[in-house]
Nanobody, 125 residues
Framework: QVQLVESGGGLVQAGGSLRLSCAASGRTFSSNAMGWFRQAPGKEREFVAAISGSGGSTNYADSVKGRFTISRDNAKNTVLLQMNSLKPDDTAVYYC??????????????????WGQGTQVTVSS
């Protein structure tokens, strides 16, 4: 059974940092894109960042460019999201996802077929 488990969420003041981690089990995704998405109350799930299977290519939403960094460790089957200079607008549930048929760092929700349960990130002003 494939599982993606996120950790690292929490409450932080504006301007602070958090690092989210996603651990995959049940299969490896070293050839597949992995990404982070988020969903705030009353809003649709939106793309945050993605990384290619090799880790050599990344993709970011405009709203997080220059503040967030995605990375992966294929030996450990994990993906990280380093979030700096956090803003109240970053408050959301953050989801890790894996695209089993895609290698490029896609931002399309429909191309991801494995999802974690989500971790809450709250940024206070």
């Amino acid at each position: 059974q494939v599982q993606l488990v996120e950790s690292g969420g929490g409450l932080v003041q504006a301007g602070g940092s958090l690092r989210l981690s996603c651990a995959a089990s049940g299969r490896t995704f070293s050839s597949n894109a992995m990404g982070w998405f988020r969903q705030a109350p009353g809003k649709e799930r939106e793309f945050v960042a993605a990384i290619s299977g090799s880790g050599g290519s990344t993709n970011y939403a405009d709203s997080v460019k220059g503040r967030f960094t995605i990375s992966r460790d294929n030996a450990k089957n994990t993906v990280l999201l380093q979030m700096n200079s956090l803003k109240p607008d970053d408050t959301a549930v953050y989801y890790c996802a894996a695209a089993s048929r895609v290698a490029r760092p896609t931002g399309r929700v429909r191309e991801y077929d494995y999802w974690g349960q989500g971790t809450q990130v709250t940024v206070s002003s």
